[in-house]
């Protein structure tokens, strides 16, 4: 067994552990300068004290004494000496040459140290081959006044990580380390000289890359989110990725969840003993720190752990001891599987439905005057500023191309890369390298940290040249764009642009080993109306190519430049314009992905004029052979006109809300303050400032949401309506805060309060990490603040720590999340994983462009136990804030959101056709788990083992434990919210009235049945010792431990099966302690039944045909029943068992089930057979001594009867078990000696296959 594949083994079993800080065991050991120097270095003209490195030479036994100590302690891996063990650091103290030797004797000490302890314990050792960041960074300027320097090239540090490589593995290193990082860039240098070594001299070694989030921002020092930073290194598909240093564990929590979420590779994990003090030192006992490290463990999110600065073997003893006891955090087998995911400073992942991405153009020296200038005449920081622009005007991705003539593209590319990374605001979007020559594009690679796109590479030179750059490429990581040439030439005709790209494709995937998600074709958008006949189809070539190429080449992209297709009409922007955005709403239909383009001097495909885009039509689908003159002699029409847009005011003679609705559509922000003004000033329709808002903008506003969606305007269209909304709301905000004042005066006392006081609640509103969109978000804030809600709004890329800590600090009653692009989705997801972790109560709203009804129903809510709601707009908002905050209502309200999103997710996986199922084996290796050792949530034993039975309970008792609502559902009574449930449901316009009566009557009844007793109520209660194994709950008489006896009876499990996006796969089984576990636990099991009298009385009414009275007697019975079953369920839990002996609930907390444990049915969702029932009625004889008997089909008789199992643990829960798989079906019915067919029977409705 090889060395990757036994450590793959042993992650799958249990948390593996890292050594602890080899600086803090040396520093422990106060050698002085000549301890450091030792007798080979003696002489040395420089000072070598603090050269730790240097040690494994001259203090090889305490080194070697180090490494054992931590094996001892329990580390399965120890790292090399090697932290500074580059020539670029060791020429600080002039040892530069022997760094080959020092690398290649770390890691000889280190294995020697492995071997030892592997023999002396039996367990197997690994060493680490640890490479440190050096100190230089690639990213980031020394100097203050040149941000474009760097003391230090990527060539420079491929060469020395190429030499200390060699020496790690030459020394036996099992794996290589990249570790610390704070420069992604310095890592990429790293890394890409590994691969050039497991190219051409040794065979790979499995990779392990550590990050360095420096502090709460979540961003390495270069300013990568952790997200990015993982995007940047994950080409070289390392088999463990995490962090380490600058943090302690508390600190590091969010950070290392984040990106085990993000990555399919291990989780290594090894943070500093806390924070440092003021002296520099790490304050926290291996206690504190293992405490913590167990709790990531607990909540599965380990696969290897250790510690970094300030820990010890003692430490690592702890640390192994504490997260023993937890499985290993399983790794997803893929994120975001169908995904082009590229990162400038933060990521950017582009899913298979993800929106148009618009490539900003204007950094192009050969496509843009203004930018080229500037480069000549070395004005880059004005240069910056173009590319700062694109960005904000939404330029998703920055084409950056330096091919003139007359300038050094290399050079220029170098520098003005360098600058890009010193400005935030702009590095914070991937980069798209594009040159036609290579060594530009090479010098742009060498510059860029984050995971760019290379523009272009073609078989133009033949297949050697395309492998040897595509290879180039792929080292660095970077996505490629592929253009549609080869050796004949270019591709003009769909069935070349498909033939090249086939070709190009297949090599790419096939034998450079491309990630085929990072592969983009250009199949070359060329010029029509030329006047040449067969350029006229070049429109139809490229779009019949790209539906080709989609559908045939799985992963791939498309792109292109769009300005080559109007060529002809140059100098007539009007005309070019129209023919760019018909052109691009029918590519992007047919699945065009990205483009460079000016898309915010596009106009939106509805507003073209109808003449003009009747001729773009034609010309562009070739429909009319005069259409080029056609449209030459349009644009001649148009005089000066055709060559730049002429302000229409046509629109200014339209009633004030169509010109506010006109100004958002078209972005135009020069009238918006004075037709705000002349619309608050109508107080007959708008009599407060936020009707404005409320009305025309809103309206506006929703109407450009509706062209976003349907691909009729793009992003930097969008940005540019979005700031016409924002300053409208500015102008109004004043005259809303005058209003607020006016209110409090009015206010009894109003002088003497404040504006706090008139506060309906809290609300903490935040655009999630990762996304920089928030005018959605403010006008939210705005409408609920004008509404008497103190909103504190945390503005943009605000990570999830900050909004729940700022949640709880400011006492907020509701949290509201906000994104536009698509990863903010996952990052909503995180935040209500959080929430749930945390025990948080607060309302969670979700909202932005790019969120749903339907995500937040199947995606989010499932992961919170409390509300979790989408709110539409901002209009919406204040509707489902009151109602969540009012306390009558927040329930109900709650209650009605939760069976709607039920039944959405119910809609959402019932349609999907295609629903992948896990084995029986990886579902089970996702079991909900439970701490058995936990002290706090010990199973207690009940009052007695075995039956209890109550032969005629007093119905009396049962009538405050109705649930009232499923008896008006019976009678199809459903009052609308606020007035759905009981006793509300009287207030209903539409059924209250009825239900009042059929209420009433239900309540004469109700008394005469208790008076006359003409029901009997029977019941009986049992408790036995159990145990689980596997998937099944073993049933014991005797309450020994061990538990060794044959059971007396077995309960049979389902698991759940079905993929979902997030949670445990759980059986009931998991709610009992597991035989293994040596902890003793019971299980309940219980049968009541209010039927007994139902047959005879309601034979009385059918002899006065009286069915009304026969309905009413059932329902009531079943009511009945359901009650006694709640009655009982609350003495079981205060008295019988007695696990929650101060319990204080009613009756609406019992059937909101606030209570703990749980009592799942034979035939329900979590156990969805009903063959159990045999087992249970055996093992309490219930027939016999209660009279409940079980039909054929085995429903019980009387009908009114209600029967399960009880459960204590505090951690049960219901669920549904869904569909199932076959190996289940197969597995479960071996395990009940039953025929397949038989269990096939049984569980047809949830088998996920025909029989």
């Known amino acids: 067994m090889g060395v990757e594949t036994e450590i793959a083994k042993t992650l799958q079993e249990r948390i593996m552990i890292f050594d602890g800080g080899m600086g803090t065991m040396i520093q422990a050991l106060k050698f002085d300068e000549n301890e450091f120097r030792g007798e080979e270095f003696k002489n040395h003209p420089k000072s070598l004290k603090g050269n730790n490195d240097l040690l494994s030479l001259t203090q090889a036994d305490a080194i070697l004494k180090i490494h054992k100590d931590y094996l001892l302690a329990g580390s399965d891996f120890v790292e090399t000496n090697t932290f500074s063990g580059t020539s670029v650091a060791q020429a600080d103290y002039g040892l530069e040459h022997i760094v080959y030797r020092l690398n290649k004797e770390s890691a000889q000490i280190a294995k020697k140290a492995a071997e030892e302890v592997t023999k002396e314990t039996g367990v197997p050792r690994y060493v680490a081959g640890a490479l440190g960041p050096t100190n230089r960074t690639l990213s980031i300027s020394p100097s203050v006044e040149q941000p474009e320097f760097r003391n230090i090239t990527f060539d420079k540090l491929v060469e020395a990580y190429t030499e200390q490589a060699k020496g790690l593995l030459d020394g036996g290193s099992d794996v290589l380390l990249v570790e610390t990082i704070f420069d992604t860039l310095n890592a990429k240098a790293a890394l890409y000289a590994i691969q050039l070594l497991f190219e051409s001299e040794y065979e790979p070694v499995p990779l392990f890359i550590s990050g360095t989030i420096v502090d709460k921002s979540g961003r390495t020092l270069s300013g990568q989110t952790g997200e990015a930073f993982v995007i940047s290194v994950s080409h070289v598909k390392p088999m463990c990725l995490g962090l380490n240093c600058a943090l302690g564990a508390t600190e590091m929590r969010p950070f290392i969840e984040a990106i085990g979420l993000f990555t399919p590779s291990y989780v290594i994990c090894y943070p500093n003993a806390g924070l440092p003090n003021t002296f520099g030192d790490y304050d926290e ?8 490290l167990a709790e990531f463990a607990k909540d599965g999110l380990l696969n290897i752990v250790g510690g970094c600065c300030g820990t010890t073997p003692k430490h690592i003893k702890a640390i192994k001891e504490a997260v023993s006891v937890y499985k290993p955090r399983i790794p997803p087998k893929s994120v975001h599987p169908d995904a082009l995911m590229t990162s400038g400073l933060e990521p950017m992942i582009m899913e298979k439905d993800f929106l148009f991405v618009n490539i900003g153009e204007r950094c192009n020296v050969a496509g843009s005057r203004r930018f080229a200038k500037l480069i000549a005449n070395n004005k880059y920081e004005d240069a910056l500023s173009v590319a700062k622009s694109q960005v904000e005007l939404g330029a998703q991705i920055l084409d950056i191309n330096m091919d003139e003539g007359m300038l050094d593209g290399l050079k220029a590319m170098n520098k003005f890369i360098n600058l890009i990374a010193s400005e935030p605001d702009i590095s914070r979007v991937p980069l798209c390298v594009d040159s036609s020559k290579f060594q530009v594009v090479e010098a742009g690679l060498k510059c860029t940290q984050g995971k760019c796109i290379v523009n272009s590479i073609s078989l133009k030179e033949g297949e050697a040249d395309f492998i040897e750059k595509a290879s180039i490429i792929k080292r660095h990581g970077a996505a490629v764009v592929v253009m549609a040439f080869d050796e004949v030439g270019q591709a003009a005709d769909s069935q070349r642009k498909i033939e090249i790209c086939t070709r190009s494709y297949n090599i790419l995937v096939n034998e450079v080993g491309f990630n085929q998600n990072d592969i983009i074709f250009d199949p070359n958008i060329l010029t029509i109306a030329t006047g040449i006949e067969e350029h006229n189809t070049y429109a139809i070539d490229f779009i019949n190519a790209l539906k080709e190429i989609k559908r045939t080449l799985p992963g791939a992209r498309i792109s292109g430049g769009l300005s080559n297709l109007s060529f002809s009409f140059r100098g007539m922007e009007v005309v070019r314009e129209a023919m760019h955005s018909v052109f691009l709403f029918h590519a992007i239909k047919a699945g065009m992905d990205m483009g460079i383009v000016n898309a915010g001097n596009l106009p939106v495909y509805d507003d073209i004029n109808p003449t003009l885009l009747q001729l773009c039509e034609s010309l562009i689908w070739n429909k009319d052979p005069d259409g080029t003159e056609k449209l030459l002699a349009y644009a001649q029409t148009l005089g000066k006109g055709a060559k730049k847009v002429v302000e229409d005011n046509e629109w200014r003679n339209m009633p004030v809300e169509n010109r506010l609705e006109h100004a958002l559509v078209k972005g135009i922000d020069k009238y918006v303050v004075e037709d705000t003004e002349e619309a608050r000033f109508d107080k007959t329709k708008y009599p407060r400032p936020l009707n404005v808002i409320e009305g025309p903008l809103m309206k506006g506003m929703s109407i450009v949401g509706d062209l976003f969606g349907a691909g009729k305007m793009f992003l930097p269209q969008v940005i540019k309506s979005a700031r016409v909304m924002k300053k409208a709301v500015g102008y109004l905000i004043p005259y809303m805060e005058k209003e607020k004042q006016e209110m409090l005066k009015n206010q009894e006392g109003g002088e003497e309060r404040s504006l706090e006081d008139l506060n309906n609640g809290t609300i903490v509103i935040a655009t999630v990490k990762g996304d920089v969109h928030d005018i959605g978000k403010n006008i939210v804030g705005v409408v609920l603040g004008c509404n008497n809600y103190k909103v504190i709004d945390l503005g943009v890329m605000t990570p999830c720590d900050k909004i729940l800590k700022t949640a709880v600090e400011m006492k907020a009653d509701i949290v509201g999340l906000s994104g536009l692009i698509t990863p903010s989705l996952d990052e909503m997801i995180h935040v209500a994983k959080e929430m749930e972790r945390l025990g948080m109560k607060l309302p969670l709203l979700i909202g932005g462009a790019t969120t749903s009804k339907t995500h937040t129903a199947v995606k989010i809510a499932p992961c919170y136990s409390n509300p979790a709601i989408h709110v539409l707009d901002a209009s919406k908002s204040v509707v489902v804030v009151s109602s969540l905050l009012k306390e009558l209502d927040k329930q109900e309200f709650f209650e009605e959101i939760q069976e709607e999103y039920e039944e959405i997710r119910e809609d959402h996986y019932d349609s999907l056709k295609d629903r992948h199922f896990f084995t029986m084996n990886e579902a089970r290796k996702k079991k909900f788990t439970i701490d058995w050792k936990n002290p706090d949530t010990k199973p207690m034993k009940p009052m007695f083992i075995g039956v209890k039975v109550f032969a005629d309970y007093d119905i009396s008792r049962l009538v405050s434990y109705i649930d009232w609502k499923p008896f008006f559902d019976v009678w199809q009574l459903r009052g609308k919210y606020p007035n759905r449930n009981y006793p509300k449901i009287f207030k209903d316009k539409a059924v209250g009235e009825e239900a009042q009566r059929v209420f009433n009557d239900a309540q004469t ?6 008076k006359e007793k003409l029901l009997k109520a029977t019941g009986i209660v049992g408790f036995y010792p159990a145990h689980s194994v596997g998937d099944d709950i073993q049933v014991f008489t005797d309450d020994e431990m061990p538990r060794q006896q044959d059971p007396k009876a077995v309960f049979y499990g389902l ?3 079905a993929e979902k996006d997030s949670g445990p796969y759980t059986c009931l089984s998991d709610f009992i302690a597991p035989a293994e576990t040596g902890v003793a636990d019971y299980i309940g099991a219980f049968a009541v039944s209010v039927g007994f009298g139902t047959y005879e009385l309601c034979q009385q009414y059918e002899q006065d045909f009286d069915d009304y009275s026969i309905i009413m007697a059932k329902s009531l019975a079943d009511r009945l029943a359901e009650a006694f079953a709640e009655e009982l369920h609350e003495r079981v839990r205060k008295e019988f068992w007695g696990y929650s002996s101060d319990e204080s609930l009613d009756s ?48 019980m008789d009387p009908a009114a009867s209600v029967s399960g199992l009880y459960f204590s643990h505090p ?40 029989t």
């Open 285 to 292: 006992t291996p206690e504190m720190m293992s405490s913590q």
């Open 1005 to 1010: 009844m109700l008394k005469r049945i208790i």
């Open 1055 to 1057: 698991r759940q099966q």
């Open 1148 to 1195: 609406k907390d019992l059937h909101s089930i606030k209570y703990a444990g749980i009592r799942p049915a034979p035939g329900y969702p979590s156990q969805p057979d009903h063959t159990e029932k045999l087992t249970m009625w055996k093992l309490m004889n219930i027939e016999k001594n209660t009279g409940i008997k079980l039909t054929e089909s085995l429903a």
């Open 1211 to 1250: 951690h049960s829960h219901y669920f549904s078990v869904g569909k199932i798989a076959k190996d289940q079906v197969i597995d479960y019915s071996t395990r009940k000696k039953m025929n397949t067919s038989e269990v096939e029977k049984w569980l047809r409705p949830i088998l996920s296959y025909d």
